[in-house]
């Protein structure tokens, strides 16, 4: 079957680093999103990986390896405007994405 | 104003009703998706089309279905709804001109079903 896997709430201190981690089984990989969603509102898209490495945007980046069904969401300088839930989503051999359940990322002063 | 719009925003409604949530995007995508949210579980896909004469079903279709009217617009019907349709429903839109096809998501439509 298909899974994705990632931990269900963390709590991180304003201004410290967090690293979300995300381990996925899909038929077929086609890529990995990582998506930021506020409570009550749509999900935004954050970052993409289709080979192994890193990919940094600004305070966010994303990791990926793919022989080990992995991938993982690191911000820095944390606000508490990133309190949230983080989405990781892989694209299957169809094409079609496969969603985890989200983290709920809860930031204190 | 919002590229993807959904409405309503919200809608409570009786167990039997035919309900209709619609999509619009003003993003110029061929691709148009909805979703459902539950609590504790991730995005599940329903429907898809990626153009007005494509519709595919996603992991979860049984007791929806859809009408893409326009390469704009995408509605999604609840024939009869029941309880455990209550839901977050997001339609999300999408093309594949950057090469990674992301998606694109609406505000949502929450939905309950007495």
């Known amino acids: 079957g298909q899974n994705i896997d990632q931990p269900t709430e963390m709590t991180a201190t304003e201004g410290a680093i967090v690293q979300i981690n995300c381990t996925y089984q899909?038929?077929?990989?086609?890529?990995l999103f990582w998506y930021q969603q506020h409570a009550g509102e749509a999900p935004t898209f954050l970052s993409y990986?289709?080979l192994d490495g890193l990919e940094e945007k600004g305070r966010f980046s994303s990791f990926l390896s793919r022989s080990k069904g992995y991938s993982y969401l690191l911000l820095k300088e944390l606000q508490m405007k990133d309190s949230a839930s983080y989405l990781c989503?892989?694209?299957?051999?169809?094409?079609?994405?496969?969603w985890g359940a989200g983290t709920k990322l809860i930031i204190k002063p | 104003d919002a590229d993807v719009t959904q409405t309503p925003r919200n809608r409570i409604t009786k167990t039997g009703k035919r309900i209709m949530l619609e999509c619009s995007q003003t993003?110029?995508?061929?691709?148009m998706y909805w979703y459902r949210q539950d609590p504790g579980l991730g995005l599940r896909l329903i429907y898809y089309s990626f153009d007005v004469k494509d519709i595919n079903k996603g992991e979860i279709s049984d007791g929806y279905s859809v009408s893409r009217q326009a390469q704009a617009k995408f509605s999604l019907s609840l024939e009869s709804a029941i309880p455990n349709q209550t839901a977050l429903y997001f339609c999300a839109t999408s093309d594949n001109l950057d090469g990674i096809d992301t998606q694109y998501f609406g505000p949502g439509t929450r939905l309950t079903v007495l």
């Open positions: 990986n289709v």
């Open positions: 989503a892989s694209k299957d051999s169809n094409y079609q994405l496969i």
């Open positions: 899909t038929s077929g990989f086609n890529g």
């Open positions: 993003k110029g995508h061929d691709r």
